[in-house]
């Protein structure tokens, strides 16, 4: 049983997907950007005498997502309509799933291994999603437009809606459910989960337990546009419930607005009848009918999920949780940095770098992992020469900057690093390899009394040189220089 | 269970339906006609059948994920009641517990 004034956070969640066309009719979703109403069709602008068909590649996405979950996905599942007026809907009803949705129960992962908490879902269903309405007041206010102007372009565009169980204690669980939920459609490469952009969206319901741990009224909080306004909006939900409570008044069942310029929840008054969608089966659409090869399938091609990739990192490259977490949060990363393993890289040097370098020039250059130009090959192959001490990690990082801005070889760019004339090599290389052996005499006796069986200090040596030479010298030549003095 | 006076008027306001005073009665009639017979349709032994017995054969077609444009989208917006641009105009979104606008006033 729940403790008094405890929080009770469940989530809705709709997630556009990535298909071409729109869920009922051949429309592109390509609508951001687009001039309105380029992506219309008789179908999605409600014009009679038509008929939607559904899109198969939105209900394998929807399918994938379901299994992905461990979600119960139903072979025979309907369309019902949602009726409810108003201009972004042109047929005045959305196409929902009500009472037999595509995919039931499953649960998602958050928290860290000791602490991991497995939240319940509750459904998953495949819907439209609404046009856009743009508001003519000049200040922009709904409440003060004269009239309003619809672009019906993103009509249509398929949606999953996703809901939690109310399984959510703090409002930074709501956030790490979130945070899981869109890096798993990113790894399954069913939506790109971006909230900024609208393609994740995210309601919450939220109440606070009665005093013998009864649950409470629940407000539903709209419009939080990123992780932060999520956390933020329940955060101040959370202190104007308590308040609320504390002097003695009665929380209203309401949905509230999250208003993040000003860091308050309001209200929209009274809407006792909002919520009366009069659902029924429609008509257009038979039901959704699945074999058991379509949905089989579809889980042979889930990918190994976020959340087992994670651990398969911490377990077998030794890395550290919060590593992981940064490598496997975006599914191009977790890629490169496999094939990074592949071509040899020491895990942890190559975690390192690509937290460190990589995604540094990733968020300068605001590209993503796709459109980096440095190849793991080439990127390992400068990793190497830093293993084997040719060139210094000061030296690297500048090799590294050549090497991305011009997609150089090490080698390409080690050449380019420097002039053929400031090339170190012959004498003036020897007198050189002295002069750093001077300085690390011990090292210099213990690798002659035997104490360098896998050869590590020699190479720590050869670092030392390649440094002092500023990468103008060759790594053989001085490997060379150093066997003749060392082995002397 | 027969309809009242106020669920017509509540399902005309749902649907933003002009329903005038002599209208209420026969559509009051009317629908009271359809339930009754749904009423009916009720009282039979349905027990052991699956609902979607007679569905299964017209199992849905799935489309495969294919763009094509249209092109009279030109045509639709000439044919809107109100344009601006590339838009639709439409009035004012109401604020809940705002007056309503009568249908004329709405176009
Ligand atoms: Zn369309």
Known sequence: ?488 | MPIGKDEILRIARLGRLFVSEEEVGPLQRHLNGILEHFERLKRLDLEGIDPFALEEEATGFLREDAVSAWAGREEVLQQAPNREGDFFRVPRILEENEEEVSPDERR
């Not at chain 1, 291994?113 to 459904?123: M, N, P």
């Not at chain 1, 937290?355 to 990127?379: D, G, H, Q």
């Not at chain 1, 040189?465 to 060759?474: C, H, I, P, W, Y």
């Open chain 1, 1 to 488: 049983m729940r403790k008094p004034n405890t929080p009770v956070i469940g989530l809705e969640i709709h997630v556009q997907m990535k298909t071409g066309s729109k869920l009922f009719c051949a429309c592109s979703t390509d609508y951001i950007g687009a001039v309105p109403n380029t992506n219309v069709c008789p179908v999605c602008l409600g014009l009679p005498g038509t008929l939607p068909v559904v899109n198969r590649k939105a209900v394998e996405y929807a399918v994938r997502t379901g299994l992905a979950l461990g979600s119960r996905i139903g072979l025979s599942t309907r369309f019902h309509r949602k009726n409810y007026f108003y201009p972004d809907l042109p047929k005045a009803y959305q196409i929902s799933q009500y009472d037999v949705p595509l995919a039931v129960g499953g649960h998602l992962p958050i928290g860290e291994e000791q602490d991991r908490k497995w939240i319940r879902i509750t459904r998953l269903h495949l819907e439209e999603d609404a046009g856009k309405l743009v508001h003519s007041a000049r200040d922009g206010r709904l409440g003060n437009s004269e009239y309003s102007l619809v672009d019906y372009n993103r009509g249509g565009v398929p949606l999953m809606e996703i809901v939690s169980e109310p399984e959510l204690a703090t409002p930074s669980e709501a956030r790490d459910f979130v945070s899981r939920l869109r890096q798993l459609v990113r790894f399954l490469g069913v939506s790109d989960g971006d909230m900024e952009k609208g393609s994740l969206r995210v309601d919450a319901n939220i109440s606070l337990t009665g005093p013998d741990g009864e649950l409470g009224t629940k407000v539903e909080v709209k419009n939080m546009n990123s992780l932060r306004a999520l956390e933020r909006a329940l955060e101040y939900e959370i202190a104007r419930q308590q308040e609320c409570l504390g002097r003695g008044e009665r929380i209203l069942q309401e949905t509230r607005h999250w208003d993040d310029g000003k860091g308050v929840t309001c209200g929209t008054r009274g809407k006792e009848e909002a919520h009366d969608y009069r659902y029924f089966p429609d008509p257009d659409l038979p039901p959704l009918v699945l074999s058991r090869d379509f949905v089989e399938e579809q889980r042979r091609l889930l990918p190994e999920l976020p959340w087992d990739l994670k651990e398969r990192f911490v377990r077998e490259h030794r890395l550290s949780i919060e590593d992981a977490s940064v490598l496997t949060e975006l599914p191009g990363i977790a890629k490169y940095y496999e094939k990074c393993i592949r071509e040899g890289a020491n895990p942890l040097r190559a975690a390192n770098w690509i937290r460190t370098e990589v995604m540094r020039v990733l968020n300068e250059k605001r590209i993503s992992i796709e459109a980096f130009a440095l190849s793991p090959e080439k990127f390992c192959g400068l990793l190497a020469r830093i293993e084997t001490g040719a060139v210094s990690t000061t030296l690297a990082k500048e090799l590294f900057e050549k090497m991305v801005d011009e997609n150089l070889s090490v080698d390409e760019a080690l050449k380019k690093a420097g002039s053929p004339s400031g090339k170190v090599t012959g004498d003036d290389l020897r007198k050189m390899v002295n002069l750093v052996l001077e300085r690390e005499r011990l090292t210099v006796e213990e690798i002659q009394t035997g104490k360098d069986a896998k050869g590590k200090k020699r190479s720590f040596l050869c670092g030392l040189v390649m440094r002092e030479s500023k990468g103008q010298a060759d790594p053989g030549e001085v490997r060379k220089i150093l066997a003749e003095i060392l082995d002397r």
